[in-house]
């Protein structure tokens, strides 16, 4: 019989564990599979360890990983997938925006011969316009930008052969974007669509800043085209620059009107200076990325492992 494991990274979600948990259980106590699932607890500050761990006391399909601080949603994926033993593995939210009963319609879709299914939203309810706005703006400028085509409306809920896992635990960046990764992987891909719910009960973790920051982990990690923004920037101004020394030297040599000129110097200067800075910061974002690679760090902590036939260490090389 074949293994299922499923990944719930959790920050923060006492509220929902118990209800996801339940609806879970019935869903895959339909299937002909094992199955195991990993709860990652990715620093909760709440009783959402307890919860989990609540949980594991009575059922041995039950897993828990408990990290050191937080490290982050992409990095709690990661760390579920690297202890996850599953022909397939599903990884899906634990605030219940990802509903559980879609899980058959994923595996049905892996058992015609896909390798990754993953799953685009339909309609989000209770997402705000800004969010929704933004995120599809993103997501389109991303896929012009990158060589990698990345599907808007994409979620962090998905099935995984286990080659598509193994070759994405083979990437061990620091700044993970995994819309990104699985797609880059190639395989046979597919997709389901769903609608996805309200969170259950708790608060969403995904900041402006926050949202922003995976924004830009997303674009430095799939295109350099930004990188190509300072070039082309260059090229534009100095074709002006050109341009516009011709006229100034044309309005030196015949005519007379060689005025003090505040305006345009304030301008040039202004364009100039925006320019530089625009570019310079867009370096900085690609410098400080090489810096945190270089640094080899391991993604994650584990304070504690718990329910796992094995011993857990991350596996870095
Ligand atoms: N999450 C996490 N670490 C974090 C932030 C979020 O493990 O630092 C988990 C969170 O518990 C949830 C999932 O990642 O299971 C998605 O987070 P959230 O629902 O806050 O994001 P949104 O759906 O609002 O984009
Ligand atoms: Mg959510």
Not at 37 to 54: H, K, L, P, Q
Request: aromatic share 10%; hydrophobic share 40%.
């Amino acid at each position: 019989m074949k293994t299922l494991s499923i990944v719930i990274p959790v920050c923060n979600e006492q509220k929902c564990l118990v209800p996801l948990y339940e609806r879970l259980k019935k869903v895959l106590a339909t299937l002909e599979m094992n199955y195991e699932i990993i709860f990652v607890n990715d620093g909760s500050t709440d009783s959402s360890y307890e919860a989990m761990e609540r949980l594991r006391s009575k059922d041995s399909c039950v897993k828990t990983l408990d990290f050191s601080r937080n490290f982050g949603h992409q990095i709690a994926l990661t760390a579920g997938m690297d202890c996850a033993v599953g022909d397939a593995v599903v990884v899906m939210d634990a605030d219940l925006q990802h509903p559980p009963e879609l899980i058959p319609k994923l595996l049905h879709e892996w058992e015609r011969g896909n390798d990754a299914v993953y799953t685009v939203r339909r309609k989000t309810e209770g997402i705000g316009l800004l969010k929704r706005i933004t995120s599809g703006l993103f997501y389109r400028f991303l896929s012009k930008m990158s060589e990698t085509p990345i599907s808007p409306r994409a979620a962090d809920f998905r099935l995984l052969d286990r080659k598509v896992v193994d070759s994405i635990l083979r990437m061990r960046e620091r700044a993970r974007f995994l819309r990104g990764m699985v797609q880059w992987v190639g395989f046979r891909q597919t997709f389901v669509e769903f609608d996805a719910s309200q969170r259950y009960g708790g608060a969403s973790k995904y900041s402006l800043t926050r949202m922003l920051r995976f924004g830009i982990d997303g674009m430095t990690a799939f295109s350099r085209v930004p990188l190509r923004i300072a070039t082309y920037l260059g090229l534009i101004l100095s074709l002006f620059a050109f341009i516009y020394a011709g006229y100034a030297l044309a309005v030196k040599l015949f005519t007379s009107r060689t005025l003090p000129g505040w305006t345009s110097l304030i301008v040039t200067v202004l364009l100039l200076g925006g320019a530089q800075l625009l570019t310079v910061g867009i370096l900085g974002e690609y410098v400080g990325r090489i810096y945190d690679e270089t640094k080899r760090r391991p993604l994650y902590l584990i304070r504690r492992a718990q329910g796992f036939d094995r011993e857990i260490e991350p596996p870095e090389k």
